[in-house]
């Protein structure tokens, strides 16, 4: 019998549901249960796949091409269960399907409404494909009280009564703020938060309280009373240091057992939290340290590049080693001399991205790592952006570029017009629709043996996540082959460059691909362990002629 938490949240925005949710979706698989994750956005876009990263931070990709919520990342990332398109839906989408149906007559000449309509729309995105999990934890976004989420709110409330009160629980995410000149943490609220949602007739059943200190017994029997809750499932989301050590924290606080106890299930025995307690351990007291330099253009909201932060962190996991991340504006190294701001880094990331703007920084920031033999990996944009490099500083070609700046006499770079799909061949035009009309998901590649990929990842055929529109010509192989740039991965076909390597560099690779996406923190992924892993050599070699030179 699958069971659904639905998980909202109050007060304010960005309190974490998409964390909370996550590890008690690993509390629960670490107790054997099955486990599957859902997100439910308000806003009226189809998907994030249009929306500026700084609106909305990252969009992360499934391996069945969908542009999703980033909260999505969090929920593999804890769990190692791969998330689907059907596991993240929007108002936009919602209303479109339910609009396409009444087109096609669906209704049979009804009204079509909120209620009943969207709501039931809703409801079949919530419980379709749940049948082989125990537990599928519901996230609703945004805050409630938002005009957006109502309909969310409306299909939930129904859904209890439709599944029953044995089959599903509400969970509700909200700030108990301290207040210095008072000397306490204010439970009011929290108390109208949780009115705001019995308004709407759903009561939870359990809160979980974000706070900077831990809630003394007066106050948590405070906020039971109040808001008609058990005091044993006022849960305190202190803060900690790494979002890994959640799972720990929640536990120790009774969340899972509070939540096993609601549904009737055993939750005497404590779950094996052995690995979270490794990672964290390993988070914390590290035997090494690198910088990494990470060249972008939208630095300014580290969010746009979450899942990249959290695979060095887990490179830095596989290595023992802590990774300082230093955060580089590509516009920056523009300007005379702006790569001085590179000298100190033991390694050079230039991450996917999109546009013209800040581009001429990346291509320094990567002609220095190579000149300077520093560890560089190029992702999606980036590895673009080192094939232009390596044009114009190698292959005689100092016109090259890419054709999504604009015409250009050597298009190292261009657009896709069409690529293979297991089976099925997907075409684009210039003027398609720009949302979901990338190349999205994962796809196979072939990696050449002998190559320095084909030794990190130990094998010569991998499955990687993509999300692009413009791909490396093909027609400048041979000549940027000739310059020293190796093709050490292909699509299957050979039509489509993947990955490019320099062999007379120390660690010198770009992909087309995003394999942020498929590091975990207990399992990172071989490029982001290698990258780290070189970074450490090039910091040691660093400091051992700093002595040299000193003594």
């Known amino acids: 019998m699958t069971r659904f938490v639905f998980i909202t949240g109050g007060v304010v925005s960005s309190l974490g549901k998409g964390i909370a949710s996550a590890a008690l979706a690993a509390l629960l ?110 996230e609703i976004g945004g805050t409630v009280g938002d005009i957006e989420s109502l309909p969310f709110l409306e299909a939930i409330r129904q859904l209890r009564n439709d599944l029953g009160h044995d089959r599903t629980m509400c969970v509700h995410l909200t700030l108990l703020p301290y207040i210095p000149s008072a000397g306490e943490l204010k439970t009011k609220p ?82 094996d939290l052995s690995k979270w307690e490794k990672i964290v351990q390993t988070i914390r007291h590290p035997e090494k340290e690198v910088r990494v330099a990470i060249v972008g253009k939208y630095t300014a909201l580290l ?63 990567i002609r220095y790592a190579r000149e300077h033999k520093i560890p560089f990996l190029g992702i999606c944009f980036g590895m673009q952006m080192a094939v232009i490099e390596c044009a114009r500083s190698l292959a005689g070609l100092p016109k090259a570029s890419s054709t999504e700046f604009g015409p250009t006499d050597e298009p190292l770079v261009g657009l896709m017009t069409e690529w293979a799909r297991g089976t099925e061949l997907l ?64 699509s299957p076909d050979g039509i489509l460059p993947e990955i490019v390597e320099y062999a007379d560099h120390p660690w010198f690779i770009g992909v087309q691909y995003h394999p942020e996406l498929l590091s975990k923190p207990f399992d990172p992924h071989p490029l982001f362990a290698g990258f780290i892993e070189a970074a450490v050599r090039h910091h040691e070699h660093s400091e051992k002629m700093h002595h040299k030179a000193t003594s």
């Open 29 to 138: 698989q670490a107790r054997g249960h099955k486990v599957r994750l859902r997100k439910l956005d308000p806003y009226l876009n189809v998907d994030p796949g249009t929306m500026s990263p700084y609106q909305h931070g990252e969009v992360f990709i499934t391996d069945d091409g969908a542009e999703t919520d980033l909260d999505l990342g969090h929920y593999e990332r804890f769990t190692g269960v791969h998330a689907r398109k059907s596991d993240n839906t929007t108002t936009g989408r919602i209303y479109s399907d339910v609009i396409a149906r009444e087109r096609r007559g669906d209704y049979l000449g009804a009204t079509v409404q909120v209620i009943p309509h969207i709501t039931d729309a809703i409801k079949e995105t919530i419980v379709n494909g749940t049948e082989d999990y125990d537990f599928v934890l519901v």
């Open 190 to 271: 929290t108390q109208h938060s949780v009115k705001e949602l019995q308004n709407v007739g759903i009561q939870p059943q359990m809160l979980l309280c974000r706070s900077d200190r831990p809630i003394p017994q007066t106050e948590r029997q405070k906020i039971a009373s109040f808001c008609n809750v058990r005091p044993e499932a006022v849960i305190a989301a202190l803060d900690v240091d790494t979002i890994y050590a959640c799972p720990i924290a929640y536990h120790e606080q009774g969340m899972d057992r509070e939540v096993l106890r609601y549904f009737g299930l055993p939750f005497e025995e404590s779950p």
């Open 303 to 365: 969010d746009s590049y979450k899942s990249l932060a959290e695979a060095l962190l887990h490179g830095g996991i596989a290595n023992n080693a802590r990774v300082r991340m230093q955060w580089i504006d590509a516009e920056t190294l523009e300007k005379p001399d702006g790569t001085v701001a590179l000298q100190n880094a033991d390694a050079i990331l230039v991450p996917g991205g999109f546009g013209e703007r800040g581009s001429e920084g990346k291509i320094n920031a």
């Open 427 to 490: 075409r684009r035009r210039e003027g398609d629709d720009l949302g979901g009309t990338m190349r999205l998901g994962a796809y196979k590649a072939k990696l050449l043996e002998g190559s320095r990929v084909a030794h990190i990842y130990g094998t010569t055929e991998i499955r990687e996540r993509h999300r692009h529109r413009w791909e490396v010509n093909l027609h400048y192989k041979d000549r940027l082959e000739a310059a020293g740039l190796v093709f050490s991965g292909m």
